[in-house]
């Protein structure tokens, strides 16, 4: 079965049970500043978790592009990819564990045809210092389901420990079987939502074969186990808990989220433990065996390469084709990142005799994915010229200097590299620095990251001594008119990203008694229209009276929730956040020292005074508060 009869079945399935067929959205959140890109089925639908009514009811279901920046070095495995499907249906508040177990496990069983012999399943363990129960009835649940076939379904405990124990479910704790957006219950911050989830598992290797050619042979195989025998094919989250200052309180209306990796249920209809094996990848596969002249699984090193390309060139094309662009920030940079470390990798397996300039192998293989993904994805066809120069326009500047980097990384060759030299590779060949910290693992070499960081900071303060004479950074002082406008600069900040775009970020700022200054990455001029939406959305959140909550946490849980910050800045182990609104869910979230107002009803009417370019890229706005 191909990914797009699972994909229809799943869609059809769902309907049958009185779900609304949704659009995707896109891969760059929409007025969503706590992260770079949607990175889950989940991530749209948080609104409607938290109270607000879905326009199309209390039960819809997607197949929802996802792209996970974290899992960039993982890619090279036979598992692991950054962009993938993710199969979902969602109860607002309507039916719950027993619906959609049985429904799971039908679909599973029937409309896919999967062995039940070869399904696994955790459940969650429960943690009584929270006082949030065991899921017994998941567990239950599945046992009766799996009795029904005839199959033998023990629930066995501390399957990390003792292994496999006969058993088919198990529980695990809230490391595996908990979901919030920020991870476990310890680090949920009041009024988050969460839950317990139950996860299903396609068994390939029923005789241990895989687990014993791993490197984990030595230790207990179970479900969880990282050596390939299992892998995850679906999670039902159960979010009926919230947060609360005296602990965990339920829901009034439990919600169900179910995420299938519509890539991995073909693996486990194919029965094939290799990701790249499926048939979404068959077509341009075939294009980088016949571009590079070599072949897929030829040996380990080729096979790494092969599924970096592939997977990075994927994601590209869906990223291109929901408005990213290469650049030095944000989802531009990541972006930028996947298409450089294709090239790297497609000169280690294509032919060195050709001429650089005759290499060029990526836009090649971005078609074939446009084609082949055009029927469920028809806008690809539509930006199709746009994605294809992307890649290959991105693919030429680099391999200008992909050479004489490389020369220049192998005369730096020995047990480690300084901060200089990998700020000169940075600056100078456009390395990006995860690059370089790859290739130096590589060579079994060390970088001083630390030196990397004061060499670019100073690079920075030079760069910038000259502007900072004519722009002086900051407040001018801390009094009421100031601190009302330095308010109004956040709710600004977050207007321009909601109208311009979310790769919109702050570039400098400066702002007195009289006026506010921000200085923004935008490639063109605002039109009036632009103008008067922004004006719109800062007068919008002052009439509404916002409460402007200041944060004291860890910095790396602020990163976590998305605050907006300075790129590559660093920034204490604790940092100060601002937000305008509840931190679970703010209107904007930054880091900042403060001073701010209280409420935004302080502020007063905002006015934007004048919109004009101040260098190559970069806009300036002054605005005022009438």
């Known amino acids: 079965m191909k990914a797009g009869e699972i994909r229809k079945k799943y869609l059809d399935f769902f309907e049958k ?68 499907e993710m199969l979902g249906n969602w109860s607002f508040g309507d039916y719950f564990k027993a619906e959609q177990i049985s429904w799971m496990f039908e679909f599973l069983t029937k409309e896919v045809g999967l062995d039940p012999n070869n399904l696994y399943v955790t459940c969650f363990r429960g943690n009584d210092d929270l006082e949030i129960p065991r899921d017994t009835f998941s567990a239950e649940k599945w046992q009766e389901l799996f009795s029904g076939k005839g199959i033998g379904a023990e629930i066995a405990d501390f399957p990390e420990e003792n292994g496999m124990q006969g058993a088919r479910i198990f529980y695990y704790n809230e490391k595996k079987n908990w979901w919030s957006r920020v991870g476990v219950p310890g680090n949920m911050p009041e009024g988050e939502p969460g839950g317990p989830d139950t996860e299903m598992f396609w068994d390939f290797g029923i005789e241990r074969e895989l687990h ?43 919600n169900v989220d179910f995420g299938g990796g519509l890539e991995r249920l073909e693996m486990a209809a194919r029965n094939n433990p290799d990701i790249f094996h499926i048939d979404l990848f068959d077509s341009a596969l075939a294009v980088l065996e016949e571009e590079s002249g070599s072949k897929y699984g030829a040996n380990e090193k080729q096979t790494k390469a092969f599924r970096v390309i592939l ?56 078609e074939a994915f446009i084609q082949k993904y055009k029927g469920a994805y028809p ?32 005369k730096l060759k020995g047990k480690s590299l300084s901060g200089a030299d990998v700020a000169l590779l940075y600056q100078t060949f456009g390395f990006p620095f995860e690059l370089t910290l790859e290739i130096a693992g590589e060579e079994g070499m060390t970088i001083d990251e630390e030196g990397f960081r004061v060499a670019m900071d100073d690079h920075r303060a030079l760069s910038r001594a000259g502007s900072e004479k004519k722009f002086k950074g900051g407040l001018a002082d801390t009094t009421e008119k100031t601190t009302r406008l330095h308010t109004a600069h956040h709710l600004l ?38 103008k008067k939406q922004v004006e719109g959305i800062v007068n919008e959140k002052i009439k509404a009276g916002i409460e402007v909550v200041r944060t004291e946490m860890a910095l790396e849980e602020a990163e976590k929730l998305g605050a907006e910050h300075e790129f590559n800045a660093k920034y204490p182990e604790r940092v100060s956040v601002y937000s305008v609104g509840p931190i679970a869910h703010p209107f904007s979230l930054e880091f900042c020292g403060g001073p701010h107002v209280g409420n935004t009803n302080e502020l007063g009417h905002f006015k934007i005074q004048k919109e004009e370019a101040v260098a190559a890229g970069i806009r300036r706005i002054k605005a005022v508060l009438e």
């Open 311 to 366: 997977d990075h060139m994927r994601a590209a094309v869906f990223l291109i084709s929901d408005g990213v662009t290469p650049s030095n920030t944000d989802q531009g940079y990541v972006l930028r990142r996947l298409i450089r470390r294709s090239v790297r990798f497609a000169d280690t397996i294509s032919h060195k005799h050709k001429p650089i300039d005759e290499r060029n192998i990526l836009g090649a293989i971005a």
């Open 379 to 410: 806008e690809l066809i539509t930006q199709s010229d746009t994605i294809i120069n992307e890649i290959e326009q991105e693919e030429k500047r680099f391999r200008m200097t992909l050479e004489r980097g490389l020369k220049e990384f192998n």
């Open 493 to 530: 900040l977050k207007a321009l990203q909601m109208v311009l775009g979310p790769e919109v970020h702050q570039r400098g700022s400066n702002i007195t008694q009289e006026r506010l200054r921000i200085d923004f990455n935008y490639g063109s001029k605002m039109t009036e229209d632009q």
């Open 17 to 84: 049970q009185g779900h609304v067929i949704v659009p995707s959205a896109p891969l760059v959140p929409e007025n969503d500043p706590t992260t770079l890109f949607t990175g889950s089925g989940m991530q749209p639908m948080l609104q409607y978790f938290l109270g607000t009514p879905h326009p199309l009811g209390k039960r819809v279901t997607d197949s929802q592009k996802s792209f996970r920046s974290q899992d960039i070095e993982e890619v090279g495995d036979n598992r692991h990819t950054t962009f993938f």
């Open 212 to 254: 014993e050619k791993s490197q984990w042979k030595d230790e207990p195989c179970h479900v969880n186990c990282d050596c390939g025998r299992f892998v995850e094919i679906g999670n039902n989250v159960f979010m009926e808990y919230v947060k609360t200052a005296s602990g965990f309180e339920k829901l009034p209306k439990p």
